[in-house]
């Protein structure tokens, strides 16, 4: 593998043929990237999970010095379970100028970009530094962001801007919403189902804390700003899943809810949470108790990732604009680990990446080939600014 070069295609073919879903280890395309640097001379350090089956990556092109640029991509991908799939999702398909594959948008094409173009990087002997950071479990709460972000905080220059790959059509986006992800668990009391008086059915509570949701979702809706640049223009909830009861004819013991909401990067990413479960202990909790004693409701956070403001990134947005060739900056509802970075780094922060969110998680989810060619004009760019004194 020493100094391989390949192109961006070919980068991204072998990126996308590592199952990386996020119930999988990523090790097996971690160890890949490394040993493609170490072969080039680049050195790289893991910043691994609590029981090393995955692992952050993180490395520098360049000379170890402050004022460089941090390119960050997750490695993870969405299931493909349940989708139809019209091509093969773990091998990259051309048609019609649309690279077909899991990943190819959401996002593994922006670090197969820069991994290929690294004899470019490499060639032009660069007076500031570029810093590769490949994170783990991003699809899923953003978990290995905050460990990555944190031992680059403490062990690489500090850099002038970051970078967030995901994908925006290699425009410029500064802000984004935060998400908070609970899960809440009711325990009631099983009965026959004729015997209501003497059970405690923890769907139906659960039915009802769902109603409550729906509930704040509708007030915060009223009382959004007409002039956001969100859409929507307020916090907004979703219960991904609902599990529990055993048989028809017995009162459910127990029901799992998973839920959590987006909000604005001007509120407090924990105080709906807060208020959520503040509902549940003083008025839910009650009524279950009172129907039995022995019914409770636990409530854990899943994962947390902050919203991403649009303050203090302006040095980033002008480097990614100029990079980019996009003239204006927006916000996404989405959530990406931007906030993680700006928040640790203390560096500004842009999105921008190839591809369409649109075919995000989708069944055959492709970028178009103009993508590919448009960031890697932008590489080049960034490349002759870092070869600048």
Same mark, same amino acid.
């Given at each position: #593998? %020493? ?11 072998? *990126? ?36 090393? @089956?995955?692992?952050? /990556? =993180? ?49 593994? $094409?922006? @670090?197969?970009? &820069?991994? !290929?173009?690294?004899?470019? =990087? ?10 590769? !950071? ?13 460990? *990555? %972000? !944190? ?13 967030? &790959?995901?994908?925006?059509? #290699? ?14 668990? =009711? ?42 640049? =969100? #859409?929507?223009?307020? $916090? ?27 909000? *604005? ?10 208020? !959520? ?6 008025? /839910?909790?009650?009524? #279950? ?31 990614? $604009?100029?990079?980019?060739? @996009? ?32 075919? %995000? ?12 060619? $448009? ?15």
């Amino acid at each position: #593998m %020493a100094g391989e070069t390949v192109d961006s295609v070919e980068m991204l073919r072998r *990126l996308v043929a590592f199952d990386t879903t996020s119930r999988n280890s990523n090790l097996a395309l971690i160890e890949y990237v490394q040993g493609y640097l170490k072969g080039h001379g680049v050195d790289s350090k893991l910043v691994p999970n609590e029981d090393g @089956s995955k692992a952050n /990556l =993180f490395a520098t092109v360049g000379p170890k010095v402050a004022g460089g640029v941090v390119l960050s991509g997750h490695t993870d991908v969405v299931p493909v379970d349940g989708q139809p799939w019209v091509t093969d999702p773990w091998t990259l398909t051309l048609k019609d100028g649309k690279y077909h594959g899991r990943g190819t948008c959401d996002m593994k $094409a922006f @670090s197969a970009i &820069g991994l !290929a173009m690294l004899p470019e =990087f490499l060639k032009a002997k660069l007076k500031k530094p570029v810093h590769f !950071a490949l994170s783990y479990d991003e699809e899923v709460g953003c978990f290995g962001a905050h460990s *990555l %972000a !944190a031992r680059m905080a403490a062990e690489v220059p500090k850099p002038r801007a970051v970078i967030i &790959g995901e994908p925006t059509m #290699m425009t410029v986006v500064h802000a984004h919403k935060g998400t908070q992800i609970y899960i809440t668990k =009711f325990t009631g009391f099983e009965a026959h189902s004729s015997m209501t008086h003497l059970g405690v059915s923890a769907i139906h509570f659960a039915a009802e804390f769902v109603h409550y949701l729906n509930q704040v979702q509708e007030e915060l809706e009223a009382a959004a700003p007409k002039n956001s640049e =969100f #859409m929507p223009a307020a $916090a907004t909830f979703n219960v991904g899943t609902i599990v529990g009861g055993t048989a028809g004819n017995i009162l459910a013991r127990e029901c799992e809810v998973l839920w959590g909401y987006r909000e *604005l990067p001007t509120q407090p990413i924990e105080e709906l949470g807060e208020r !959520a479960q503040k509902w549940l202990k003083e008025y /839910l909790l009650p009524k #279950m108790k009172a129907k039995h004693p022995a019914a409770t409701i636990e409530t854990v956070l899943r994962s947390s990732t902050p919203a991403f403001s649009a303050e203090g990134n302006d040095e980033a947005k002008a480097l990614a $604009a100029r990079w980019s060739g @996009s003239n204006t900056a927006g916000s996404v509802v989405y959530a990406t680990e931007a906030g993680i970075f700006r928040k640790t780094l203390g560096v500004p922060t842009v999105v921008c990446g190839p591809g369409d969110i649109a075919q %995000a998680h989708q069944p055959n989810e492709f970028i178009l080939a103009s993508q590919i060619e $448009a960031c890697e004009g932008f590489m080049r760019r960034m490349i002759e600014w870092a070869s600048q004194d």
